[in-house]
């Protein structure tokens, strides 16, 4: 069943008028699964044209109101035909996972955005963008930004598998895939991985899980690299929503 915010469902006169004052009308043009809880989305409308987008903005895509909304990352912006696309990851139950798995072309939304996100134009040097599922979408927008720019992705994923599969057609089979474990045990490695990128003079984007991004912060800080290297963005929290 498509979630459409025009049907009985819809938001009362009040949200309607904040919906047309405050958001871009917009409808799915295509929307392709990659496994079974990545999708990736393409949206299109008049409205998105003429968009100044940077690799690392946000979209808020209201789930039928709009006071509930959930964020994603585009990978790309053609301001020109209105159109943008978004990987996005159903990991759960919940109105963001479920808007995804319901989405048909044809199918109308409304989005907030893009707005600043997460910037990487100042870091300078090789890139290293660590973090999870929720993260491959700014990984292959920065990818596609400079692809002549060294970018080491490393991600904590559930799934290596699945993931491996994902990342291949957005052009990032070469990431370092690194198992998710309970107690964090596998972050250990992780931060050796980064340690030996720092000493090769990269520079940082942290994003992903909130627990995930303090824990590799402080490994960086001990490995003196500069604040000026690390950007951080926390998607999620255990136990949270609407971090971003």
Same mark, same amino acid.
């Given at each position: 069943?498509?979630?459409?915010?025009?049907?009985?469902?819809?938001?009362?006169?009040?949200?309607?008028?904040?919906?047309?004052?405050?958001?871009?009308?917009?409808?799915? #043009?295509?929307?392709?699964?990659?496994?079974?809880?990545?999708?990736?989305?393409?949206?299109?409308?008049?409205?998105?044209?003429?968009?100044?987008?940077?690799?690392?903005?946000?979209?808020?895509?209201?789930?039928?109101?709009?006071?509930?909304?959930?964020?994603?990352?585009?990978?790309?912006?053609?301001?020109?035909?209105?159109?943008?696309?978004?990987?996005?990851?159903?990991?759960?139950?919940?109105?963001?996972?479920?808007?995804?798995?319901?989405?048909?072309?044809?199918?109308?939304?409304?989005?907030?955005?893009?707005?600043?996100?997460?910037? #990487?134009?100042?870091?300078?040097?090789?890139?290293?963008?660590?973090?999870?599922?929720?993260?491959?979408?700014?990984?292959?927008?920065?990818?596609?930004?400079?692809?002549?720019?060294?970018?080491?992705?490393?991600?904590?994923?559930?799934?290596?598998?699945?993931?491996?599969?994902?990342?291949?057609?957005?052009?990032?089979?070469?990431?370092?895939?690194?198992?998710?474990?309970?107690?964090?045990?596998?972050?250990?490695?992780?931060?050796?991985?980064?340690?030996?990128?720092?000493?090769?003079?990269?520079?940082?984007?942290?994003?992903?899980?909130?627990?995930?991004?303090?824990?590799?912060?402080?490994?960086?800080?001990?490995?003196?690299?500069?604040?000026?290297?690390?950007?951080?963005?926390?998607?999620?929290?255990?136990?949270?929503?609407?971090?971003?």
């Amino acid at each position: 069943m498509t979630i459409n915010p025009r049907t009985e469902a819809s938001p009362g006169g009040f949200g309607r008028a904040l919906i047309r004052l405050m958001m871009r009308p917009a409808w799915v #043009a295509s929307c392709e699964l990659f496994g079974d809880r990545f999708r990736l989305v393409t949206l299109e409308g008049v409205a998105l044209r003429g968009i100044c987008w940077t690799p690392g903005q946000k979209i808020q895509v209201a789930m039928g109101s709009a006071f509930l909304a959930r964020t994603y990352t585009p990978m790309t912006w053609d301001a020109v035909e209105g159109r943008t696309r978004f990987l996005g990851y159903a990991h759960g139950e919940g109105p963001g996972s479920d808007w995804l798995r319901s989405l048909r072309p044809g199918a109308p939304c409304d989005l907030f955005g893009p707005r600043p996100s997460l910037s #990487a134009e100042k870091l300078s040097g090789p890139l290293v963008v660590f973090g999870d599922e929720t993260s491959f979408g700014l990984a292959g927008a920065l990818a596609a930004q400079d692809p002549a720019r060294s970018l080491a992705c490393v991600f904590e994923v559930t799934d290596l598998e699945e993931a491996g599969a994902v990342l291949e057609p957005l052009g990032l089979s070469r990431a370092a895939l690194f198992r998710k474990r309970g107690d964090d045990a596998h972050l250990d490695t992780v931060g050796e991985a980064l340690s030996s990128l720092a000493r090769a003079g990269a520079s940082f984007v942290l994003t992903g899980r909130a627990a995930a991004i303090q824990r590799l912060r402080l490994e960086l800080k001990r490995q003196a690299v500069a604040p000026g290297r690390i950007v951080t963005k926390a998607y999620w929290a255990q136990g949270k929503t609407g971090l971003d």
